[in-house]
């Protein structure tokens, strides 16, 4: 099985623009998380979806949003960015089932790196 | 407030030395995962584990909930264990991770 795919992998944009990152999920994973890792706070929870619906969000602004495809993919958007926004973006798939997120094993996927000017 | 404490921060091993990395945390959990980040940043889940010990070849992690600690123990430590090793937990209210700081080991050969 193919792993998750994170695209793009390197963007550069300005303070004030918007961006779109996209994940897609191992094959039959139902459920994607998203995270965000910067070096002064760590890796940090921002949202989960699960067959199309937000089962779960962090404590991010409501700058920072996602959603899901009916075959899973997700994308998550984050408007008028800020310089502190630049960080690593990794999603995670797992198959999910009612458990939920931190029942079942996370597959990451290789991340993408935002910088912001 | 951090609910997950890992230490130490930061860990230097002679190869073949036996590594023992420590993850307390404050909340209820539902699980707790050891994932290890190499260089690059690609990130790999050791082990998610709810009450015991697991093992995957040099790998062990145990976990006690009673007291809200686990270890990770690497035995016959190798060059290629040099990573951030990141300590995350589900807590059982709620479905998000809280993620412990990550200690930074660096094996030499």
């Known amino acids: 099985k193919a792993g998750v795919t994170q695209t793009p992998r390197y963007l550069i944009k300005t303070r004030g623009q918007q961006v779109t990152l996209s994940c897609s999920p191992i094959?039959?994973?139902?459920?994607v998380s998203w995270y965000q890792q910067t070096p002064g706070q760590g890796l940090q929870f921002l949202f989960e979806?699960?067959?199309?619906?937000?089962?779960n969000k962090g404590n991010f602004p409501g700058r920072f949003s996602g959603r899901q495809f009916s075959n899973s993919r997700s994308e998550m958007n984050v408007s008028t960015l800020e310089l502190g926004d630049s960080a690593l973006y990794l999603c995670a798939s797992s198959p999910g089932g009612a458990g939920g997120t931190s029942y079942n094993e996370q597959f990451f996927g290789p991340g993408t790196r935002l910088t912001v000017l | 407030k951090n609910e997950v404490e890992q230490s130490p921060q930061n860990l230097t091993a002679q190869e073949g030395e036996f590594i023992t990395i420590n993850c307390s945390y404050s909340v209820g959990i539902s699980a707790l995962h050891w994932l290890q980040q190499h260089p690059g940043g690609g990130i790999v889940s050791l082990f998610m584990?709810?009450?015991g010990k697991k093992k995957h070849g040099r790998l062990i992690a145990t976990i006690n909930i009673q007291e809200k600690h686990s270890s990770l123990h690497i035995t016959a430590s190798h060059p290629r264990d040099s990573a951030v090793y990141i300590c995350a937990v589900g807590p059982n209210t709620g479905n998000q991770f809280y993620f412990g700081t990550g200690t930074s080991l660096t094996v030499i050969p």
């Open positions: 584990l709810s009450s």
């Open positions: 979806y699960f067959s199309e619906t937000q089962r």
């Open positions: 094959s039959g994973h139902r459920s």
